[in-house]
T-cell receptor
């Protein structure tokens, strides 16, 4: 199993550009999520999905869109990049949601810089 | 509100024992996770506590007191590879993880 994969690993954008961060998992997990991690702060939830066709907003959803057309894939789209979106982005998945003890498996992260 | 408090940085010596504390306030509670994150890498799962008490897993143990909103991670026989950040993350009533900023642990020879 590849686990959770993310592409690209690094990206530099100019203000106003749009792009999609890719995330895929091959563990048949129901729950997938996107976080951003900034220095001195905890991971912050952007969007999450409890299954194919179902998505919901997390703590910091503004400026981002997601879709979940298949169990495996959960792309994150930046609509119009801003310097405040410079961050490290992690995709994560877990077997289920609502059962408490399922650990989240993280992808390797995408390091995004917006100029 | 929801709040996680853990020390920003700690230093310990190789072979010693270190305890990393975490206090939390969340809307509801469904357990607490500890993750390890090496610099430049993704977080990886260490432990999950849902009942009060100590859970031991090799050199690592995790303790939970729900009434006090308190947890700690105990690392024994410290090795250089334990230099990392340790993230405390309680699960709230909506089964969402609330992440602390992490404790950076520096191990010295």
């Amino acid at each position: 199993n590849a686990g959770v994969t993310q592409t690209p690993k690094f990206q530099v954008l100019k203000t106003g550009q749009s792009m999609t961060l890719q995330c895929a998992q091959d563990m048949n997990h129901e729950y997938m999520s996107w976080y951003r991690q900034d220095p001195g702060m905890g991971l912050r939830l952007i969007h999450y999905s409890v299954g194919a066709g179902i998505t919901d907003q997390g703590e910091v959803p503004n400026g981002y869109n997601v879709s979940r057309s298949t169990t495996e894939d959960f792309p994150l789209r930046l609509l119009s990049a801003a310097p405040s979106q410079t961050s490290v982005y992690f995709c994560a998945s877990s077997l289920k949601t609502g059962t408490g003890g399922d650990e989240q498996f993280f992808g390797p992260g995408t390091r995004l810089t917006v100029l | 509100g929801q709040n996680i408090d853990q020390p920003t940085e700690m230093t310990a010596t190789e072979g010693a024992i270190v305890q990393i504390n975490c206090t939390y306030q969340t809307s509801g509670f469904n357990g607490l996770f500890w993750y390890q994150q090496h610099a430049g890498e993704a977080p990886t799962f260490l432990s999950y506590n849902v009942l009060d008490g100590l859970e031991e897993k090799g050199r690592f143990s995790s303790f939970l007191s729900r009434s006090k909103g308190y947890s700690y991670l105990l690392l024994k026989e410290l090795q250089m590879k334990d230099s990392a950040s340790y993230l405390c993350a309680p699960l709230n009533s909506n089964y969402q993880l609330i992440w602390g900023a992490g404790t950076k642990l520096i191990i010295k020879p």
